[in-house]
């Protein structure tokens, strides 16, 4: 009953494999490992992207970071929503890698609308007002950070205005695979496709040990992104164990079924939790369910060993019958015989 | 015959074992793994330090530049020998981490002296001169750069130097148990007892696959260096994986094994070259030679398939009887046979 | 009928005369004047604070964003009203000299409210969770962007917040002299015994050519921030000009003459506009109005030569009767003949 | 006697008149005021260079700053000679405006030459080596720090280098009219037709109050120097007084004046000195003499008033015949009478 959060999970055996596999005598250092270069292959065909620079680091925060600093000058503000990642969960880290730009929330219950995009835009004119920060790049979150999935037409919407002001757009793709098998659309639909000109495709929240790609479709980039990695510490000498991860993670799909299975994994309690009387404060469309449901449903879970974050309450001390929130997170590892047994609780 | 790089090299398997033996469910993210806790408190046994702030980080790199810039100021500089790694091969990190602090670059072939570094600290007066860099920071390799190793006496007199002048000790332990080896002391004596106040504790280039220790004697600045860590995308969600190198690597002195090991190859390849009548550049007294010897023999090494840095010439074109220096450096895994092939090239 | 800006209108002849004063031979560079020594006498006195450390800089955006320096790390967020001058009038000065600070908006028409100061200073809990940006200091603005003063009661309500969660306050005093005048009380009154910390004291604003003091109650931050004045190139050489201007600007309460100079117009001209049938889109309490009326009033004015900003429409085309607002902003120089005439025209 | 600083010296009273002149009521604000249309057209035609972008600020490190800042990134590394301003006296300036870049020293007694420069350049291959510092900007300073005047050629030489290896040059002019005046040539001749691309062109030292231009020739980084001065809040609302001050240095000639009139007092100095006996330590090309003298000497300049930097010793103590190093800088108001009155003390 581990709800706690996809980034505590197990990783996938069949990436284990590969980082063993990968520990064959010497291999050249700092991204020059031939496993990179078959890494590099199968991203670009995945993306279908021939061009596409791809990089590999280990944290998503350091691929979220990276990227932006990239299309982001110093004197920039990023449109963001309101609760996203690089906002609430990086402790300045954007602010960091870009030599101090600035972070614009769009006010949002959770996805940006294009209309309030397009206004926070508007109020910074670009290359007319020297006092006021400058318009810099659109950052997306794909799954949402409260598990909304963005269709293909809620991205162009999006893409469409930062591309009307002509400001690029990157994708925060922590949990891209969740987000593309709800869409069932191809990864190229899912960004380049839809505009975005950066994603950080995510690894770690989905079974690997800790390995992110950054995906730039126009190479321009790519130099600077290398000395940007290199000056940021991030580039690994023994980079092996990082293309590693993500070839196993590649091979054979396991990324997709490893997705597949969290979000089944999420549907079943969702539709769980629903028949249970469980409010739901978000509709859930990947892994990551948002609920509410009384005290003393949680101490049960609690006392049984489930773990989850609650917020905005004690579970301990208060009236039983008080409403609680919840977040419950299924990474690929989660069973139905855990989703029921967390269930049963109810 | 590989000995471009300790960098370039295999994981021990016992560290292998660690990781995979880590894989088991799931763990608390961030640094909360209990692996972690097993961790702290080894290092701090092993360094005689029960108050110790000790940290995990995956890059060399970062853990140079996080441990610094918790000791200096944006407008200070850091006091480092003139080829130091954290000078020559950081692009910048340094600078980044801190804010924009200085290096300046004490003028040595290789260690440095305390008196070209107190003349160095002199002419940055503290707290007078407003218009000036301050002092900062001073930064000591051990193993230096050129495969040297400061006595005792030797890093006692460089931070009584920085002691006098109230400054703090950073020692850069890319290589600390190649050096420990070579001293035969203890991890307290080449450290705290010796006058410094933070250590970066390199496992990667020893046979890890990528984790070094960030060591603060004094705990004062631990939550800074969360706080930066975190800022700076270095800290892992899945840090379980790190805490499992660290802990196979300080299992039964395993970390000792594979510095004698790597120190013992370079004892029997330096003592080969000698016999074979290769010029030292410097002296080797851990796991690093510079050496030079003539063109053709290169040519009949790198023909051998043999693998290490040639520096100043072509090994391809020129006078066969010329001189070209090279950089040898040997890890955990080098064995006799393989320094007794590359000799037989001579 | 110049209503456009403060800092658009004449030096006071006063001034003048010290600034040509100081011209007198030799003068010791970067601080080290006589006047220098005048002015920081003169200001201790005048907020009673004898042990305050007193520094000069050129421009507001220069005090504030050193100021605010000193009290925030990094990793830090800065509360501030929303529409603060800081957030949209410094191109991102307050992010590049804090090393990449974030600024936490409060939600506001003009002032914050305690209420909402405190709920998002709740949202930051400070030194349990590495992953967000950690509260840092709380700035206010007075007069505020909108032309309005903060009681002495509000004031400390708001400082009382950042006290309780043991955050530094700055006052960012653009307009410090214009708000003295209304609420009628002290110099300290209206910072350190009110709960501030730092204050940027402008001059510029009114009535100088360009000379802002920095004021620390505490003098803790002082040679941190002399050194970070110099770091930001805005240490004088030839300082005795800014002291200058700073004495003439004290002297014989000049400084409080023309603030109430200003804000008298500022009166006169808000009565003849409430007579005239103008709205008021906020309470004028210094020397701002913000009010709205037709599009052909404005287009009289404008070809009568008056200059003021008007916001949201095009004066020249469109419905005659449409309201459009304005920005009027009333310098010490501003006279009741002057103010006549522009009222003239509705 | 004062030959401290001509940082300290008195303004012109042409230019306190052009002062004095700009405070006629009303001027648009920040760089819009019509003097400064006056000023880019003078400067222009100056340097014979139509398109330059002409920009103004108060203080010579805040040009230095920007102007490099413009024309280096944070992974870079400016190459200036070891004991140039931008080193030794700007506290970190350049670091922190570009963002963390690192400054490669030139090792020389004062001017660079163009063996040793392309040698450092050569150390740093650009786009083939992540690990590195990149290399950057090339800064040269005219006059030296210790008084020197590079000839065209020595000018031509170094940029050469630096157009071979596609690097920019910055030529830091704080005393660029004294080094005008000792070559005789144009403005154009020792900056743009001899390779320069952006040059800080001082008034402060030589007769301002505080201003100096940044002019690029090339106005590609145009808005992005209007950013960057804006971001740095080194853009000044009342921005005609800075405009005041250069158009009155630059009328009739008053700046070369002013120059001519600083190095004949110093060429005067130069040749008591001589005559004297006294040790020069450079051989002084524009209005500053570096020079070795008795204590005794010096006693009796500082009994009379005389007012200089002594270097590397204690006046008031010690033998009296032991000779101690001076600074002398001759400003444009230094006359015969106060030259022969110093050398009498000899």
Known sequence: MFFASDNAGPVHPQIMQRVMAANDGYAMPYGNDPIMDEVRESIRTLFEAPQAAVYLVATGTAANALA??????????????????????ECNAPEFYSGGAKLTLIPTDDKMTPEVLQAAIARRPQNTNVHMAQAGAVSITQVTEFGAVHTLDELRALTAVA?????????????????LVTLGCSAAEMTWKSGVDVVSFGGTKNGCMGVEAVIFFDPEKAWEFELRRKRAAHLFSKHRFLSAQMAGYLEEDLWLDMARSANAACARLTQGLIDKGAELLHTPQANMIFTRFPRATHQKLHAAGAKYYVMGGDVNTGDPAELLSARLVCDWSRTDAGVDEFLSYF
Chains 1, 2, 3, 4 share one sequence.
């Open 163 to 179: 591309k009307a002001a002509d400001l690029p757009v990157h994708l925060d793709g922590a949990r891209f695979a969740n987000a």
């Open 68 to 89: 932006l600093a990239c299309y982001t000058q110093p004197w920039q503000t990023i449109f963001a929503a309101q609760h996203s990642h690089i906002e609430e969960d």
